[in-house]
């Protein structure tokens, strides 16, 4: 005897309250064929279509649900339009997600009704606004649909709402530092909703994404690193879940590195990349390759992270910092120091520029170029003026401890990277650790503090070491290890030796000059000819060779 024909139908309505989607999606696919579904279970099978990895799937059944319901049940018609949008949107199809929300629009109209299938479809319209620098008119909107929301106590329209508010703040040109801080407020009112299961699945997924991306804009890792944990147990609650999944990685992966497990942030990184690839275009895919490549040349295999900054921003992510640091790291220090430069030009949004302004610290120092420093240092003091952010602070003191060390201020460099230590300690970031340490092994070796200058540098190998961090690892140790040079085993002139040992004190050219009685041109050339004679690729490398070669004398310090 063959099984009722409800059965497929009532199948796939409890696989869709257990989360279940690709059952789900089967089941309601058979009922379908056996007999066209009803709006409500159409709108089902598109959800569940859209939340196992079949957009296409989804679209079709929102579009025929929007046709079911247009002349009879203009509210349901309304929402089908919003979902159309949302999902269109997602894929990047822009044009056609705002006609669906016009048409949606239009219904609404057309039955003189204003509730909050209304404030569904303004929120993406207000998101318009904000990329278009319209503040006051996205805002109008948001607030608009926010009062719907409460009104009419829907859920999704509240949490989306609130999540238009806090991201538009975000935007270049939207709103001063404290105001966009002030917003983002709301982004804890959205996941509060999302942790308590108030809102639907589709809307949770993008709302843990967006607020784990404010916090990452942000800089607040703590935050970052709690939701990030939060998505990781929503995602496996769902093993059949498709989106979000990929981004999910992207995120974990970033959080596994800044805490030191390189090795498993490699493979979150390439499950994501892999994830992001299938269905091909999805637009954070870029993030995934430039993840990879974050790691891969902290590793030092630079061929590979060249690749992947080159996939990353072929998926539109632009690859920076990274790919500036690559060049330094390669032993192209100009082309970096143009590269960050351009950068900086072309970013103004405050919330983009501290690690912009980080890279161009460590790329300058490695150039001896103490007033580029300076400069990147002070203005990452001042951003970190405006907000409260450890992670933010922690850059700014690493910053101004750098720019005093190569203004030959080794004493006025230890109190601002020693609180750094201390926040990135608190932070369990040990990378930003240890760079800072080498920094505070590099002043204390200056102030003749050879013992506290092996404690710091050696902690600072040691951390690199068991990181993973090869040419960090390598050029530390260089410093801890110097080898006795052989008589005449350099090519550099006596001149030169006084100016390699004052670039190893922590000089700047200026400062050189002044001691040597000699042009600050005449000792830019000594330390270009240096550079080129040693093949070497920064002063820093030049320091280290110093110390490997015996030019300067293990526990002495250079003057």
Partial sequence: MSAPTTEPLETGRTLFQRRAWAGALRALRQADDAAPLESADLDRLAKSAYLSGHEPESIAAFTSAFQLDVDTDPRAAARSAFWLGFVL???????????????????LDRAGLDGPERGLLLVPLGLQRAFAGDGEGSARLFARALDLGREHRDPDLLALA????????????????AEAVAAVGQLDEVMLAVTAGEVTEMIAGLAYCAVI??????????????????????CEDQPELVPYR?????????VLQLHGAWADAAIQARLARERLSDPPGQAAAGDAWYQEGELHRLGGDWASAEEDYQRANTFG???????????????????????????????????????????????????????????????????????????????????????????????????????????????????????????????????ADDAGAALEL????????????????ARVGALLRPEPAQPSSHP??????????????????RAIA??????????????????????????????????????IRAGATPS
């Avoid at 199809?93 to 629009?105: F, I, K, V």
């Avoid at 990929?246 to 970033?254: I, S």
């Fill in 162 to 177: 609130r999540l238009g508010t806090g991201r538009a703040a975000l935007m270049p040109g939207m709103a001063t530092t």
């Fill in 213 to 234: 991306d404010a916090c990452r804009i942000l800089l607040d890792v703590r935050r970052a690193q709690e939701w990030t944990a939060a998505l990781t147990r929503w």
């Fill in 514 to 551: 002044t001691a040597l009685h000699l042009s600050e041109k005449t000792v830019a050339r000594h330390v270009g000819n240096i550079l080129t004679k040693l093949d070497l690729p920064s002063r820093s490398a030049a320091t280290a060779w110093a110390y490997e070669h015996g030019v």
């Fill in 246 to 254: 990929g981004q999910c990685l992207v995120h974990r992966a970033q």
């Fill in 317 to 447: 992510r632009q690859p920076q910092p990274g790919h500036a640091l690559l060049l330094l790291a390669s032993g192209h220090g100009a082309a970096a120091a143009g590269t960050i430069a351009r950068i900086l030009d072309e970013t103004a949004d405050p919330f983009a520029r501290p690690l912009l302004l980080a890279a161009q610290v460590t790329i300058a120092r490695e150039l001896g170029d103490a007033a580029a420093v300076r400069s990147a240092a002070d203005e990452l003091v001042s951003l970190s003026g405006r907000r409260p952010c450890q992670y933010l602070a922690a850059l700014a003191g690493h910053a101004v401890g750098a720019a005093a060390l190569a203004e030959g201020d080794a004493a006025g460099a230890l109190p601002p990277l020693r609180a750094a230590l201390s926040v990135w300690a608190s932070l369990d970031a040990p990378y930003e650790q240890a760079g800072t340490r080498e920094l505070i092994g590099l002043a204390c070796r200056v102030l």
């Fill in 458 to 473: 050696g902690s600072a190998e040691e951390t690199f070491t068991r990181l993973g961090a090869g040419p960090d690892a």
């Fill in 89 to 107: 949107t997602q894929a990047g199809r822009w044009s056609e997600a705002g006609a669906w929300l016009e048409r949606g629009s239009a219904v």
């Fill in 492 to 509: 550099l002139s006596v001149r030169e030796i006084e100016v390699l040992k004052l670039i190893s004190a922590g000089h700047t050219n």
